[in-house]
């Protein structure tokens, strides 16, 4: 069988796809000064949000749905993060002196997830200060505490370079009575991230993991639900009287 012809080889590889195109040239033996041109570069992570985990399909729908609807006002407050921020059910009325309040949890997510959707979750709104309560979930399905504290420094990074003026409150990680077992894994993380948070100017760490304990150090059970997970409204006025002190300039 005859070897093919390089204007044989060209066509064929015309309909390969770019990426294959090196490797095609490597194996049929194209002649000098006929190699393809090099593969155009991946999209940007920004660019590739149609991949996120379909476990969020949902949420994210219905945040761009009331967006539609109303979006609203640069320069107001985003609060970002897990079922915590997502149960909170009257949140957006619970911080009066804040002429936009915006909620954007979505439940069973991680501190990872909300890196990865800054740009639906965040950058959108153009907040003057971003509350991310997060990280809780990540330990409870095996991250360290370090790498937890490095994940929020990454979502700080994420947010800078989009709003370099913003500011970003990092509240601590709750005490879960459901979750006692990693209470010296969610102190770790809560010191990690409070030191880190003092050398940057723009960042501001909320603890509310002090309050939520009685005077024997344990969780306080009476901020709960049933499920000994998520905060009854018992927990979340607790909450909101500790953050509001932290929006007010």
């Not at 204007?7 to 796809?17: A, D, E, I, Q």
């Not at 640069?74 to 619970?94: A, H, K, M, Q, Y």
């Not at 501001?204 to 969780?219: K, R």
């Amino acid at each position: 069988m005859s070897a093919p012809s390089f204007m044989s080889v060209r066509s064929l590889l015309s309909t390969v796809p770019r990426p294959l195109v090196l490797a095609a040239g490597l194996v049929l033996g194209l002649p000098s000064g006929a190699r393809a041109e090099a593969p155009a570069p991946l999209a940007a992570p920004t660019q590739q949000l149609a991949a996120v985990d379909p476990r969020w399909s949902a949420s994210l729908e219905a945040f761009a749905a009331a967006d539609l609807k109303q979006a609203p006002l640069p320069g107001g407050v985003v609060f970002v993060g897990s079922s915590s921020i997502r149960l909170w059910n009257d949140l957006e009325t619970s911080f009066a002196d804040q002429p936009v309040v915006i909620k954007r949890g979505f439940g069973g997510s991680q501190l990872l997830d909300c890196v990865k959707l800054v740009n639906r979750l965040v950058l959108p709104y153009k907040p003057r200060m971003v509350v991310v309560y997060a990280g809780e979930n990540d330990l409870a399905e095996g991250a360290s505490p370090r790498d937890v504290a490095e994940r929020f420094t990454a979502f700080v990074r994420a947010v800078k370079a989009g709003l370099p003026d913003s500011r970003i409150a990092f509240v601590s990680i709750k005490p879960s009575p459901s979750r006692a077992g990693m209470i010296a894994a969610v102190r770790e993380t809560n010191e990690l991230i409070k030191a880190y948070s003092t050398t940057e100017p723009q960042l501001d760490f909320i603890d509310v993991f002090s309050s939520m304990l009685d005077v024997n150090g344990q969780p306080r059970g009476e901020l709960f639900l049933g499920d000994r997970l998520h905060l009854n409204a018992e927990g979340y006025a607790l909450w909101q009287r500790i953050i509001a002190l932290h929006l007010k300039g």
